[in-house]
């Protein structure tokens, strides 16, 4: 199969969903007198937003994925934890001086150790120049004032980032080159001991998730005679989820270290022997997975205004459905698939109010049609053995 | 004949032994521990049937579970419970027609509908054979697929027959989130349990030692080599998958009527993971293996309960800094043995720190209140289990037992793969052409290095 | 009749032609060699007979009966069986597992059947045992004792290579498609070879088809030889002939500059 003939065909299949999914919306449309206008718009930017937060998570899956065939079955958990850290940055500052050090201390040194295996940081100087970044942040932060959202935001994926880098170190590291069923199923061990391990330390409740008023305060706007109500929220995860995209795709197509991480992608034996530290590239895909995943974490978390140790299973299912959906392994396409999925789900509980029961059990029959009948999704490529 | 008679011999005495077990008083702890080894086992060996021999990864195996829990509870519940304020959910039709009792006294077989005994076995063999029906459904389409993708369908396919009987349409048959409690079934004895476990055992070992065993295991090995040598692989994978599914349904209604109530939370995936922990640690593809596994796992789950008990936060911290502490040293210990250098990595000087600073913070904090609050470690079991199958998938992915199987002859021989002191020296005499003129036509140098 | 009638062959990957306008017939008893230069499609042609790929155009037939569209195990059922050129064996299983396997398809029992040890079954297993037996015996006794019991992961590579000819053979075909049976040997291990595939047609009484790179076996055993190169026909006939054919010497050597 040719590349162009492989484009057209999956263009054809976009193209026939995209037309069944506007037939389907005029025909209920015009079925359902009160739905009008102003909902739509509604609808639209709870899709978007819904479509962005998956779309953010699906990408540490496709970018994993990608990189060592595995299915990170942990990474729902790593977005509860970038919830969880932002939830405690939140709360428990200002902290007391004594405790604010010792977190410090050792979240900082964490940090820097990893950050610095990551990036190449050999030079004394630099280092000593990121320590005192990251030490003197981290103290500034955590000792005098009350966090707000955006720096909870930005700490949260920080630190998620290098539980990512921590997860891929201690489970998966050790098991390179063994079968990948064993890697799933450590991947799957890993899962259930990140959800127990939260329930343990963060405690099995739900909680509150509180974040300032100013991104859950209703507003509204006219269209004609009618009105919109939506909360800042909707248009903030939109707008994040841009700057993101944006920053990893110069960050993957323009750095060294995104070439090395495509190069790695394609082939990893051979991106090897072109010098290519792929123990290390494995380590960056899990640490920037890691902090997309936090940052959907905490939007999803003020978004629906709770969180609780289990919040990253459905989340995480879905995400990895829009992953698939997208073709696993290709960038672009975990974005299309998470929106897909956004805007298929809230449309169809939208237009189907009966079906809302059956919405989790929606995502699993999307994936399992996906993976029988187009394992490569929309824009992904073929992955099947060679005799 | 004589490893027959030692099996038989076997049986009789587990059987002996169970039963003064059941005769003596303060043991029912432990009955109940080897009644859930029992259901387990057998959800474990039908598991490993196709993770273990067949080689591929199923992740839905609660969702066979579950169905034949649900058919079992269905099908069993007696007059008094079918009443509509137990079962608000169940539909007048559910309610009326899905009772094994009316269906057996309607086609006149009365002495069937009696017996409690008799009316369980039924029950259970419809339990399989609908879990048997959803495997097809199941397997078939899906079984093409391979490797992870297969696990990931097999998974969603068990979430969605777990998610289902909440929906507000399959609650008239499922009583949807409240369950179905009050089923009657093995009666609290340990008997039901073990006779079904000993049948699967021989069900499972008979399997493994046939042609079609031996097919199962070839796919595994290689399964393009076994299409080419004429192994129908949709056909095979399907049987095995029904098979599977089948006993499955059986382990389901077993623990259904072991706890008397099922509900959707009784089989989450959680079920599933259980399971994988009992058949790696035991082995993928050993049946002794799985068994054995199953063992050590219900044991942990049974008898683990102290690791969740009430505590002062002092116990959690010291532990943990032992914890840490240990696996320190543990790692020197091992590099040293492997003659790794450094003995001691940088990182695991980190690792050794936090464990002393954890220590230290615990001595001299000993009396603060919170260190001496109550904190409860809910949840220890599981992630004590996690944390083994990730060890066992890093250190030791072939197990306990690795494929090999319990048998009298690797106790007792004649063990026939190690050659006999005659067939050595026939094999060197074939071997070394100057002893052996007449074959130098055939020369087999090959063979002294094999 | 031929026993195996190759007409118009074509197969492509992508934009690649593996295969294209190859024909070819095999007659009973025969031993015919397919050389050809590395990537001229050898493998390829092995993979379209034994049904791992299907041919875009063209038809092959075995006995008379159209074969091309059914699964590699359809195809074995009708009489066609292969080795692999880097061993395919069920390693973690004993060498008469691996003999016992290719016999599978031919168990008429069922699972049930099996599982119950029906005295028919019973008898089948005993008679697949002997099959086993006397495939393995064509090897001499080497493969017959306690190396029975052994897995294969044991072996060394020359009895691995016995094990998969005598797999082959215990699925019951009547054409083997050796490919590269000789790789990875010595040149003893090699000559033994050659006398093996001779003693399976002229006592097993099997036809074979052997795709192989060294010469001095090819010229030795082969009826016929035929030669690839990009995926087609260039030479046929026999041995002498085809290798003193100014376009076989052109495929392997290149063409002199004018």
């Known amino acids: 199969m040719t590349a162009s003939k492989l484009a057209s065909r999956s263009t054809l299949f976009s193209l026939f969903a995209g037309l069944l999914f506007v037939a389907l919306l005029g025909w209920r449309i015009a079925s359902m007198p009160d739905y009008t206008f102003a909902r739509i718009v509604q609808d639209f930017l709870n899709a978007l937003t819904l479509g962005s937060l998956y779309a953010l998570i699906a990408l540490g899956y496709t970018m994993v994925y990608g990189i060592i065939r595995l299915i990170n079955f942990a990474h729902g958990e790593i977005f509860m934890l970038g919830s969880y850290f932002a939830f405690y940055a939140m709360t428990l500052t200002p902290m ?7 977190t410090t201390v050792l979240l900082g040194g964490t940090v820097l150790l990893v950050l610095r295996s990551l990036f190449n940081l050999e030079e004394p100087k630099r280092t000593f120049l990121l320590a005192l970044l990251i030490f003197g942040g981290t103290f500034f932060l955590l000792a005098f004032r009350h966090l707000g959202w955006i720096e909870a935001l930005l700490l949260s994926m920080l630190a998620t980032g290098v539980a990512g880098v921590l997860l891929e170190a201690v489970a998966y590291r050790p098991l390179r080159g063994a079968p990948r069923e064993s890697m799933l199923i450590t991947a799957i061990a890993a899962s259930f001991f990140l959800q127990n391990m939260g329930q343990l330390l963060f405690g099995p409740r739900v909680r509150g998730f509180n974040a300032e008023t100013v991104l859950n305060q209703p507003r509204s706007f006219a269209i004609g005679e009618e009105t919109v109500y939506f909360t800042g929220i909707l ?16 960050f993957v197509t323009r750095t060294r270290l995104g070439k090395a991480m495509r190069a790695t992608a394609q082939d990893a034996e051979v991106a090897q022997m072109m010098g290519v530290n792929v123990n290390q590239v ?17 939007m999803y978390s003020i978004r629906f205004g709770q969180i609780h140790p289990l919040m990253g299973l459905m989340p995480g299912i879905k995400a990895f459905t829009a992953a698939v959906i997208g073709g696993i392994g290709s960038l672009p396409g975990a974005v299309l698939g998470g929106l897909l999925l956004g805007f298929i789900e809230i449309y169809v509980v939208s237009f189907f109010p009966t079906l809302s029961a059956y919405k989790d059990v929606f995502a699993f029959v999307l994936l399992i049609l996906i993976l029988l009948f187009r394992p490569s999704g929309l824009v992904g490529e073929d992955l099947t053995e060679k005799v | 004949m004589r490893n027959h008679l030692l099996t038989l011999a076997t049986v009789g005495l587990v059987t002996l032994g169970l039963y003064l077990l059941t005769q003596m008083d303060g043991t029912s702890g432990l009955l109940s521990a080897l009644r859930l080894i029992f259901i387990w086992g057998i959800a474990a060996i039908s598991l490993n049937l196709i993770n273990g021999q067949l080689g591929i990864l199923s992740l839905g195996h609660h969702g066979f579970m579950l169905v034949g829990g649900y058919v079992t509870a269905l099908l069993m519940l007696p007059e008094k419970e079918r009443r509509p304020f137990r079962t608000r959910l169940l539909s007048d039709w559910a309610r009326d027609n899905l009772d094994l009792d009316k269906w057996l006294r309607g086609l006149g077989l009365d002495f069937i509908a009696n017996s409690i005994d008799l009316k369980f076995i039924i029950a259970l063999f419809i339990a399989g054979l609908a879990a048997a029906l959803l495997g097809v459904l199941v397997g078939a389409p899906s079984l093409r697929l391979k490797g992870d993708y297969l696990a990931i369908v097999t998974f969603g396919f068990g979430e969605i027959i777990r998610l289902l009987p909440n929906a507000p349409e399959v609650a008239a048959f499922t009583n949807g989130p409240l369950g179905i409690k009050g089923i009657p079934g093995d009666a609290g004895t340990i008997w039901w349990t073990f006779f079904a476990f000993l049948f699967v055992l021989w069900f499972f070992t008979r399997l493994k030692f046939s042609s079609y065993g031996r097919a199962f295991e070839g796919i595994r090995e290689d399964e393009i080599a076994a299409e080419a040598m004429g192994v129908n692989l949709a056909y095979h994978k399907v049987l095995a998958f029904t098979i599977s599914a089948f006993f499955a349904g059986v382990a389901g209604g077993l623990y259904a009527s072991y706890l008397q109530s099922v509900d959707t939370q009784t089989f989450n995936f959680f079920v599933t993971f259980f399971l994988l922990v009992a058949i790696s ?20 789950r049974n008898y683990g309960g102290f690791l969740e008990q009430p505590y002062p936060a002092w116990v959690g911290y010291l532990s943990g ?30 690792f050794g720190a936090i464990g002393l600073a954890l220590l230290l913070v615990t001595v001299f904090f000993r009396n603060e209140p919170w260190m001496t ?12 289990l996690a944390v083994i199958l990730i060890l066992i998938m890093i250190y030791r992915r072939e197990g306990v037992m690795g494929r090999a199987e319990f048998s009298w002859k690797l106790i007792f021989g004649p063990r026939e793969d190690i050659p006999s002191e005659e067939q050595r020296k026939q094999d060197a005499w074939l071997s070394n052409p100057e002893l052996n003129p007449g074959a130098s036509e055939t020369k087999e140098d090959d063979d002294a290095s094999a | 009749m031929p026993l195996l009638e190759l007409r118009n062959l074509y197969k492509s990957f992508g934009g690649l032609q593996a295969i294209s306008n190859v024909s070819l017939t095999v007659e009973e008893g025969e031993i015919v060699s397919i050389i050809g230069p590395n990537g001229a499609g050898k493998s390829t042609l092995f993979n379209l007979i034994t049904g791992v790929y299907k041919p875009d155009r063209g038809d092959i037939f075995f006995e008379g009966q159209r074969i091309n569209g059914l699964s590699p195990d359809q195809v074995t059922k009708r009489g066609i069986a292969r080795t692999f050129q880097n061993l395919r064996l069920f390693t973690h299983l004993t060498v008469l597992e691996n003999v016992l396997i290719p016999q599978h398809h031919r168990l008429k029992s069922g699972w049930l059947g099996a599982v119950l040890r029906t005295p028919a079954y019973l008898r089948e297993e005993e008679k697949m045992r002997e099959v086993a037996l006397e495939k393995l015996s064509f ?6 004792s306690f190396r029975l019991h052994q897995p294969v992961y044991v072996l060394s590579y020359a009895n691995r290579r016995r094990t998969e000819m005598a797999r082959a053979m215990a699925t019951g075909a009547k054409l083997l498609l050796l490919d590269e049976p000789s790789a990875g040997m010595n040149p003893k291990e090699t000559k033994e070879i050659t006398q093996i595939i001779r003693r399976f047609r002229d006592e097993g009484g099997y036809t074979i088809v052997l795709v192989e790179h060294k010469m001095n076996l090819v010229g030795e055993i082969s009826d016929r030889v035929v030669v690839l190169d990009y995926g087609e026909k260039i030479a046929e006939g026999n041995y002498h002939d085809v290798v003193n054919d100014p376009k076989v010497i052109e495929a392997y050597l290149g063409r002199r500059e004018e």
């Open chain 2, 321 to 350: 800094a032992l914890l840490m502490l240990g696996a320190f040293a543990f790692s020197a210990y091992i590099r040293k043995t492997r003659r790794l250098r450094p003995v001691i990595e940088t990182k695991h000087y980190i």
């Open chain 1, 282 to 298: 494995i380590a960056l895909t899990f640490f920037i997975g890691s902090i997309l995943a936090a940052a959907a974490g905490v």
């Open chain 2, 281 to 300: 640690l035991g082995g993928l593809g050993s049946i002794t293996g799985a068994v054995i596994g199953t063992a050590v796992v219900v044991l942990v």
């Open chain 1, 96 to 102: 007391h001086w004594g405790l604010a050090l010792l």
């Open chain 2, 373 to 384: 609050q109550t904190v409860q470690f809910f949840g220890m079991r599981k992630i004590l």
């Open chain 3, 139 to 144: 090897f001499g006794p080497r493969l017959m």
């Open chain 1, 235 to 250: 248009i903030v995860v939109p707008a994040v989820t841009a700057v993101l995209l944006f920053v990893l795709n110069l």
